[in-house]
């Protein structure tokens, strides 16, 4: 029944620098400042607090989270790629950071590509496609099938023009060749509400905002938009399960460093911060919140940020999404 529309996801190379031999051990000289481009309180903020006590042991200076909020993460994101590339300035960025503001933004007054380079994966929430319960259907295929009964397409409801569930909404029409019209609401929490009141009877959001609500039945989980099942409803499939393969949206936070910044440097904050990372108590406290700890290496987060940015451009020009 799907047929499904080839989405390129081929990108240059998010390049690292080559590792130097017999290098020697990198410690800072004073404190290391994370930069969290949000408010306090938010789930980006939340992954620079959680790891800060252990860096700070490790590396034998203070390390101080400074919040820079604005843009949807822009001007955080600028101020750290013009401070110096010593490893004492870092950047705790969202995936929007990254990999959605470069391509709808006209200038985002940074580039990812040239600007930045990798330390670590923090964290990840796949996105899920959920719909009311008064939908007639349990599985992606009949999503589709109800959603080419209505002329024109029914309407979902966005997080926001530009969030990754409204992009993963717009590749899924892709994948799928059907229709549906974009309700705005700011930001997830409202928009599952939307959901839930059948203002907007579907939608693309994310897991970690959405799974108490399909755990108390006022949603309905069709498909998780990861590789992975979602570890608090495991009985509901993933989309490549569901014949959707190349459906890949969610939600991650990553650190990231002014280009130039010394290999010893960056490889002793990839050690520090995944070592912070995979202790019990960071694991429990991001679980409670609907995050699992993806801690990479620097390889691994370069080409998640490359192959993300290859398929949100691909999106973003065939669904004429800009947002200014």
Known sequence: MLRRHALTMLAAPFLLPRAANAQPAWAPTRPVTMVV?????GPTDLAARVVQQGMSAALGQPVVVDNRPGATGAIGSRYVAQQPADGHTLLVAASGTLTINPVVLRTPGYDVEKDFVPVTLVMTAPNMLVVHPSIPATTVAEVVAWMKTIPGGPAYASSGVGSSEQLGMELFKLLTQT??????????????????QNTAPFAVLNAATVGIHVQAGRLRGIAVCG?????QLPDVPT?????????????????????GTPEPALARLNEVIVASLKTPEVTQRLANVGFAV?????????KLIAD???????VVREARIQVN
């Open 239 to 259: 989309m490549a399960e569901q014949g959707l393969p190349d459906h890949v949206s969610g939600s991650w936070t990553a650190i990231v460093a002014p280009t």
């Open 294 to 302: 993806d801690a990479t290496s620097r390889e691994a987060l370069g």
């Open 37 to 41: 481009p949000f408010p306090p309180g």
């Open 179 to 196: 229709e549906a019209l974009p309700v705005p609401f700011a930001g997830g929490p409202a928009a599952a509400t939307a959901v839930i």
């Open 308 to 314: 993300d940015l290859a398929r949100w451009r691909r």
């Open 227 to 231: 590789p992975n099942r979602f570890p």
